[in-house]
């Protein structure tokens, strides 16, 4: 450990900033499954997904090989508006909890769409207008990856329309407006517009929507449209890849001041905040150069790693998208209106799901009112306040650093806050009004979801 002065924000300089994402498949000795054609069942070629996918992005999501792919000079010039981000020593959190831990988070919401998400949507929608194509289609739960996207796009000049999962339509208009502010159109989803809408209408009247249903929709949309494609928020290889600059700048940082991760920390939706920030840790751990804890963190009403199955599934409820091994807990499964939306996903990243297969971390799930409590304690005295969806992350660096005071063990724990949490006020309001419930599904109600993933082999 370095004796230097440890300042409350490690900043990277410009020219510091990462100039490749890091691809830890190609360090990966167990490569995660092929994805699945959903009809044929055979591993998905690069012309089947290039008619879902931009190009470009079909090829990262197949390259299990090369370690480093450049970043494009106009994605950096479009990073540089708001990264390299901060990581931040959290001595006030610290003080408060009278922990001998260090504790450091890296901030990604630094930007108007006030999370990681931006650093994908930029990506996607470079490479989407590289390719000579008119817009892009997508799906978004809590509205974080709209608004990414729609702030992608307008930047570039491409056309945006986003499925809104209906409940966050309904209960998060202000998100809604900026995504239209930055041009996109938005629908509320299930939609009676496309054929999958219709029918999960149909089948479940009055459904709140699913991230699930909205992939199906955006999809479709995309693929009736030669000038469309689909562009997806979290889950995809590609996305895990963008998502590594999150990783590559915390392990900079921490190396310019020497200092040595224990347990590294994140929230877990489709996994790729967690996936980006951890890769080069993992990449360090599958080389043997270094080792630490990794901890992924889900909410108790989603649990796809502590309490899903490792098998094909689809990604979609309309089961258009190609299948992936991964845990789930199956693409039926209809979450409870937990607040932090952009964890209500039903799978997970395949990366991810391999990594914790192999035992290369662990996973824990956490209930919403203690999440919501460790929130407003990071809020209290970091001056931050965070997404719910980041707070999952919070509560479990929290409890690792009372550990520690148990133990006296000085453990480095860094944790990645993935957001900000101003267009979450009415979660925060049941929070403080003490209307906050911790739906947990049974083990039945996940079995039955389960019983329908398909049988591959
Ligand atoms: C979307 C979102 C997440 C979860 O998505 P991952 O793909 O699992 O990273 C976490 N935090 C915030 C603030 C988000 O917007």
Redesign the pocket.
Same mark, same amino acid.
């Given at each position: 450990m370095s004796t230097k002065n440890i300042p409350y924000k490690i900043y990277l300089e410009e020219d510091e900033m990462p100039k490749a994402w890091y691809n830890v498949r190609a360090d990966m000795v167990n490569k995660p499954a092929p994805l699945l054609n959903p009809q044929t069942l055979k591993p998905a070629t690069l012309e089947e997904l290039s008619q879902v996918f931009c190009e470009e992005l079909a090829k990262q999501e197949l390259d299990d090989t090369t370690a480093y792919i450049p970043i494009p000079q106009e994605i950096l010039d479009f990073y540089k508006m708001y990264r390299p981000a901060p990581l931040v020593r959290a001595y006030c959190l610290e003080k408060k909890l009278g922990t001998p831990a260090k504790i450091y988070y890296k901030f990604e919401g630094n930007n108007t769409s %006030?999370?990681?998400?931006l650093n994908s949507a930029i990506a996607q929608a470079y490479y989407a207008k590289k390719q000579g194509l008119k817009g892009v289609t997508t799906e978004t %739960? /809590?509205g974080?990856?709209g608004t990414a996207l729609s702030m992608a796009c307008a930047y570039l000049d491409l056309e945006c329309k986003v499925y809104m999962v209906k409940v966050s339509y309904e209960q998060k208009p202000f998100r809604r407006e900026v995504m239209r502010t930055y041009g996109a159109s938005v629908t509320p989803s299930p939609s009676m517009e496309t054929e999958v809408g219709r029918k999960i209408n149909a089948e479940f009247p009055g459904t709140n929507g699913s991230l699930g249903c909205a992939i199906s929709e955006a999809v479709e949309a995309a693929s009736k449209d030669e000038n469309y494609r689909y562009v997806l &928020?979290?889950?995809m290889n590609q996305?895990l890849l963008h998502q590594s600059i999150i990783g590559l700048e915390t392990k900079a940082a921490l190396e310019k001041y020497d200092i040595k991760p224990d347990i590294i920390i994140g929230? /877990? &939706? &489709? &996994?790729?905040?967690?996936g980006g920030l951890i890769s080069p840790f993992v990449g360090q751990k599958l080389r043997g150069e270094a080792d630490m804890r990794i901890i992924a963190v889900e909410p108790a009403s989603c649990p796809s790693l502590t309490r899903g199955s490792y098998v094909y599934d689809f990604c979609d409820t309309g089961k258009v998208c190609p299948l992936q091994k991964m845990y789930t807990l199956g693409s039926g499964f209809m979450p409870a209106s937990s607040h932090a939306g %952009?964890?209500r996903y039903h799978g997970m990243s395949s990366v991810v799901s391999q990594l914790y297969h192999d035992g290369l971390m662990e996973a824990v799930s956490v209930e919403q009112t203690s999440v919501f409590a460790a929130a407003t304690e990071f809020a209290k005295v970091e001056g931050i306040l965070p /997404?719910p969806?980041?707070s999952h992350a919070i509560r479990v660096a929290i409890d690792e650093a009372m550990k520690c005071k148990e133990t006296g063990e000085e453990k480095v724990i860094v944790f990645g806050l993935? %957001?900000t949490g101003y267009f979450d006020m009415y979660a925060y309001q049941r929070f403080n009004d003490g209307q906050m419930g911790d739906y947990i599904p049974t083990d039945e109600e996940i079995a039955a979801s389960l019983a329908k993933t398909p049988v591959v082999e």
């Open positions: %006030g999370s990681h998400k %739960g /809590a974080q990856w &928020g979290s889950v996305v929230c /877990a &939706g &489709g &996994g790729s905040n967690l %952009g964890l /997404a969806e980041s993935t %957001g």
